[in-house]
T-cell receptor, first 114, second 114 residues
Framework: GAVVSQHPSRVICKSGTSVKIECRSLDFQATTMFWYRQFPKQSLMLMATSNEGSKATYEQGVEKDKFLINHASLTLSTLTVTSAHPEDSSFYIC??????????FGPGTRLLVL | GDSVTQMEGPVTLSEEAFLTINCTYTATGYPSLFWYVQYPGEGLQLLLKATKADDKGSNKGFEATYRKETTSFHLEKGSVQVSDSAVYFCALRGVSGGYNKLIFGAGTRLAVHP
């Protein structure tokens, strides 16, 4: 069964609204969570890395005020896309790292901004 | 910076055909190399890995050998099945900013027909 879940799996929203995506590790504690973005037929691009209880580290070119990441517990990280616009439409994937070989991807969240 | 290049898809094969998906990388130091598979509607799953030169990763009939001299990690399977239809991602893991970051290739879609 899945060891990392994401919610929602799909979301459609109007331009200008904010969307929150949750990533949960189900049976292990994730000290580090990674958030990726995947455009159609393209690779996964790392957006940010977060440790539980500390601020996320964003990759170059990723707006931290637009993509808010909270890693409040060892099993939950959230990505909030603020004031979403159509160009933010994408597939967002999290990866939870429990240390060593314990790391799993979530199933992804498809965001469509109208 | 570090990067991964893999052959473009889609790759369409008949059942029991031989599969090769090429992957080459650019990296400083000695990265670990991975192949991930993404089945329709699911998250990425680790297929196999190799952590040093000349290592061969294998799983479910798939194999890949870490070739440092050619900076390659080609994925092969001797006889594909319909159930192998998925998107395959080559990735490397390097250390940057203190975190183990995965850098992905663009992905190669494989379609196997009966």
């Amino acid at each position: 069964g899945a060891v990392v879940s994401q919610h929602p799996s799909r979301v459609i929203c109007k331009s200008g609204t904010s969307v929150k995506i949750e990533c949960r590790s189900l049976d292990f504690q994730a000290t580090t969570m990674f958030w990726y973005r995947q455009f159609p037929k393209q690779s996964l691009m790392l957006m940010a890395t977060s440790n539980e209880g500390s601020k996320a580290t964003y990759e170059q070119g990723v707006e931290k005020d637009k993509f808010l990441i909270n890693h409040a517990s060892l099993t939950l990280s959230t990505l909030t896309v603020t004031s979403a616009h159509p160009e933010d439409s994408s597939f967002y994937i999290c990866r939870a790292d429990g240390g060593g070989e314990t790391q799993y991807f979530g199933p992804g969240t498809r965001l469509l901004v109208l | 910076g570090d990067s991964v290049t893999q052959m473009e898809g889609p790759v369409t094969l008949s059942e029991e055909a031989f599969l090769t998906i090429n992957c080459t990388y650019t990296a400083t130091g000695y990265p670990s190399l991975f192949w991930y598979v993404q089945y329709p509607g699911e998250g990425l799953q680790l297929l196999l890995k190799a952590t040093k030169a000349d290592d061969k990763g294998s799983n479910k009939g798939f194999e890949a050998t870490y070739r440092k001299e050619t900076t390659s990690f080609h994925l092969e399977k001797g006889s594909v099945q319909v159930s192998d239809s998925a998107v395959y991602f080559c990735a490397l893991r390097g250390v940057s900013g203190g975190y183990n970051k995965l850098i992905f290739g663009a992905g190669t879609r494989l379609a196997v027909h009966p």
